[in-house]
């Protein structure tokens, strides 16, 4: 089964909205990662979070961590249509420290 | 999709038939993944290299894959014989020093 889960599976906003992803994982985690992949293409690393970290910033994203409760968040702040893409969650469990485990993503469409 | 080239992009076989796909790292890197990615499973890890030493292939599904990185510059995974149920998008990455992947850009297999 899938380590981490994302919330929604999909999300459409206006652009400039702030557009809000969710993950959830199971086990005792090193670090969360972030990833995009726009149609058709591989994946594009974003962002990375330890375990000992709460907050994160990195231009128009932000990413919380919470380990109590095994969840992040990634926050993209005033969207724009080239941010349309799915965005996966990715964690990286503590016994096996090379592997990452994908969720399912939340594709995310920005209308203009 | 800087750093790791996929060839084919696109390929397109019958079932029964052997199917090889190529990733060539070009940059630097500790480790090399495969993974698949499908609609109804999301990304999977397939299997990984350390110094282009096997080092875990539990998610190979079965003995009809095979993966091989003779050198650092160079890798090879091998279905054989391909069914219709290997159709999915097939990624390289590679993980330089530190927690990130770069993905190559895929091969989409269609297997008929």
């Known amino acids: 089964s899938q380590q981490g889960e994302e919330d929604p599976q999909a999300l459409s906003i206006q652009e400039g909205e702030n557009a809000t992803m969710n993950c959830s994982y199971k086990?005792?985690?090193?670090?969360l990662q972030w990833y995009r992949q726009n149609s058709g293409r591989g994946l594009v690393h974003l962002i990375l979070?330890?375990?000992?970290?709460r907050e994160k910033h990195s231009g128009r994203l932000r990413v919380t961590l919470d380990t109590s409760k095994k969840s992040s968040s990634l926050l993209i702040t005033a969207s724009r249509a080239a941010d349309t893409a799915s965005y996966f969650c990715?964690?990286?469990?503590?016994?096996?420290?090379?592997?990452?485990?994908f969720g399912q993503g939340t594709r995310l469409t920005i209308n203009p | 999709d800087a750093g790791v080239i996929q060839s084919p992009r696109h390929e397109v076989t019958e079932m029964g038939q052997e199917v090889t796909l190529r990733c060539k790292p070009i940059?630097?890197?500790?480790?090399l993944f495969w993974y698949r990615q499908t609609m109804m499973r999301g990304l999977e890890l397939l299997i990984y290299?350390?110094?282009?030493?096997?080092?875990?292939d539990s998610g190979m599904p079965e003995d009809r894959f095979s993966a091989k990185m003779p050198n650092a510059s160079f890798s090879t995974l091998k279905i054989q014989p391909s069914e219709p149920r290997d159709s999915a998008v097939y990624f390289c990455?590679?993980?330089?020093?530190?927690?990130?992947?770069?993905f190559g850009p895929g091969t989409r297999l269609t297997v008929l």
């Open positions: 990715a964690t990286v469990v503590i016994q096996g420290a090379q592997k990452l485990v």
């Open positions: 990455a590679i993980r330089p020093p530190g927690d990130e992947q770069f």
């Open positions: 086990t005792s985690i090193n670090n």
């Open positions: 979070i330890r375990s000992n970290e």
């Open positions: 290299f350390n110094n282009n030493v096997p080092i875990d």
């Open positions: 940059s630097g890197h500790d480790y």
